[in-house]
Every structure is written in C-alpha cells, then in structure tokens.
C-alpha cells in the first residue's frame, strides 16, 4: 500500500496539540512525513517531538494575531525549501451563546481568527505552491458548513466561509497540480466541547448546550478521521470529504440536499432539540 511520503513529504498543520491536530499530526508523523505543528503554547506540542531528529517541528501560532501567524507560515515555509506539500488548517475554536446575548466583537473576533486568519495562511501557502507547481491544501471545516449549529453563529459563519473557500479554490486550481479538500467533520471525541468560550447563558441554551454534550461524548474518536483523511489524501484530488458517525457523515448531507430548506431547518432543530 502506498505511504503518504510517497505525495507529500512535508507538512504543516495548525492545531496540533490535541484533538483532531494531533490525530493528523501523528498520522503523517507515522506515513514518514516532516510536520511542522502548531500550538498557542508549544510546550503542549512535546508529545509529538518524541521521534527521529527533525521529523516534527514545534511552532507558536495564534489565530488571534493574523499577521503573526502568516509570518510563523512564511518562516516554517523557508524551513521546509520554500512550500510546503501539504498544508492542514485545522486549528479553531468553539464559541457558545445566543447571538444577541453574546458580545458582536466576540463573533467577529472568533471570525477573524478562523476565517480572516486561515485565510492569510491559505493565501500564502496556495503562492507557494503555484510558485512550485503542485501541493495540497485542506481546511479542515465542519458538518456546520451545510447544517448550521445553533447558537454558534460565529462559528457557523466561519466554517461556511472556509468551505466557501476550499470550493473557490478547488475551482481555480482545475487542471493543475494542486488539490483542494474541505474536511468536514462531525462531532469527534476532542477538548473543543471542553475549552469551548460560553457566553451568558439562559434556560434554553443551557438545555440545548446539554444536549450537543452528550451527542459530542457519545462521538467517535479523532483517530477515525485521521484515517479518513489519509484516504483522502491518497486520493490526491479536490473535494468535499465528510467524516463522522454514519448519519453525520452519509446520511444528513443527503437529506440535506434532497429536502427543502423550511423541512431541513425544521428537522435540524428537532435533531438539536430546540
Ligand atoms: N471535534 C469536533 O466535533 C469537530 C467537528 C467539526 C469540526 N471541528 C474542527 O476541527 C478543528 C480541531 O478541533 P478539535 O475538535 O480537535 O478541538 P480541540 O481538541 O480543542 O483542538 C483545537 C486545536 O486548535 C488550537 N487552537 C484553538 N484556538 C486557537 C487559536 N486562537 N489560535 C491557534 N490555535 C488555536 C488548539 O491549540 P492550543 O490550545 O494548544 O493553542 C488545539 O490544538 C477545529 O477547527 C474545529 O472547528 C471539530
């Protein structure tokens, strides 16, 4: 069976501390691949730096300072012989609340952060690889893409964006040799329910925010979407990949597209219970 070092020999990959990060990180780690991972804090990157010399690269970066992180891109970039094959946006965050309750600039922040700032990375590193001929680009979004989860409308508006973009750029990028993937998960066992940002809560989000728990803890773990992403990978071509329970992943994106909206808004509130 082919090695993921076969395609890409080096990667970069936000988010790598926990989680789903972690999960690609160690994954790539174990297909030969050079990462260079990122954390806010990367003492909590030590896990992944237990191997041969130079096959992982820890690195600071914080969505929250855009310029900073596109200069800790560019710098790993130089590092890696001036593009990186493969470039994982993973990193994000959860913020919880009803929309009129929580503050507009705590929206637009977590907007900025994991939409303008992935971007900028995205930008830069889609550059490098025209310069170069080839690459692989993936933004890891979110069921909440296509099903918009309630009372995470930064969120939502963030995901909706980057899928927006991953397909923009699958477009642009038709006849080359870069590839364009849109990871969207669905609920994975991670500590994004755990270091979720809650704002002021009420009688109904806090039944609402009970629920979404105990789905998110009953959830798979993140290994499982390694693996869907490592096929995807070995695919080497632009798309949409859905990864999740069998109903996150297979059955609702159908439904979704099959029903009309009013029905498909209806049946996702019941699904939430709101
Ligand atoms: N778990 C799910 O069910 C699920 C479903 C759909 C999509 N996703 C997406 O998957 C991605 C990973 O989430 P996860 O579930 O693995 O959650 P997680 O375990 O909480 O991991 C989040 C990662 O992002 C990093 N991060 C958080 N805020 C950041 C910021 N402002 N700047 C830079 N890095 C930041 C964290 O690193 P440090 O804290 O070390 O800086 C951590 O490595 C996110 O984009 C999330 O939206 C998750």
Redesign the pocket.
């Known amino acids: 069976m082919a090695r993921l070092s076969q395609v890409h020999a080096t990667a970069f990959v936000?988010?790598?501390?926990?989680?789903?990060?972690?999960a690609f990180a160690r994954m790539l780690l174990s297909e030969g691949v050079r990462v260079w991972g990122?954390?806010?804090?990367p003492a909590?990157l030590a896990g992944l730096c237990a191997g041969p010399p130079g096959a992982f690269t820890p690195l600071a970066?914080?969505?929250?300072d855009g310029r900073g992180a596109v200069s800790a891109f560019a710098a790993a970039s130089a590092a890696a012989g001036g593009a990186f094959d493969l470039v994982v946006n993973?990193?994000?965050?959860g913020l919880y609340g009803d929309f009129g309750e929580v503050e507009a600039s705590a929206w637009r922040a977590q907007i900025e952060?994991?939409l303008g700032s992935v971007l900028e990375i995205s930008h830069a590193a889609y550059r490098s690889m025209r310069g170069r001929g080839r690459g692989c680009l993936v933004h890891?979004s979110?069921?909440?893409a296509e099903f918009p989860i309630p009372y995470m409308s930064g969120?939502n508006v963030a995901?909706a964006g980057l899928s927006a973009l991953s397909e923009s750029l699958a477009f642009e990028s038709r006849g080359s040799a870069i590839t364009v993937i849109d990871f969207r998960?669905?609920?994975?066992r991670?500590?994004?329910n755990r270091?979720i940002r809650m704002g002021p809560q009420n009688d109904t989000t806090r039944r609402v925010w009970a629920r979404l728990d105990a789905m998110?803890s009953s959830?798979p773990p993140?290994e499982r979407a390694a693996a869907d992403l490592r096929r995807a990978l070995l695919r080497n071509r632009s798309g949409i990949v859905r990864s999740g329970s069998f109903f996150q992943a297979r059955v609702a994106p159908v439904l979704g597209r099959l029903v009309p909206s009013s029905l498909k808004r209806r049946g996702t509130a019941a699904y939430f219970g709101v």
């Not at 936000?14 to 990060?21: D, F």
């Not at 993973?90 to 965050?93: E, I, L, Q, V």
């Open positions: 936000t988010g790598a501390s926990t989680g789903l990060g972690r990122t954390s806010r804090d909590r970066l914080d969505l929250a993973n990193a994000g965050y952060g994991m890891i979110s069921i909440a969120y995901k998960p669905g609920d994975y991670t500590d994004f270091t998110f959830s993140p």
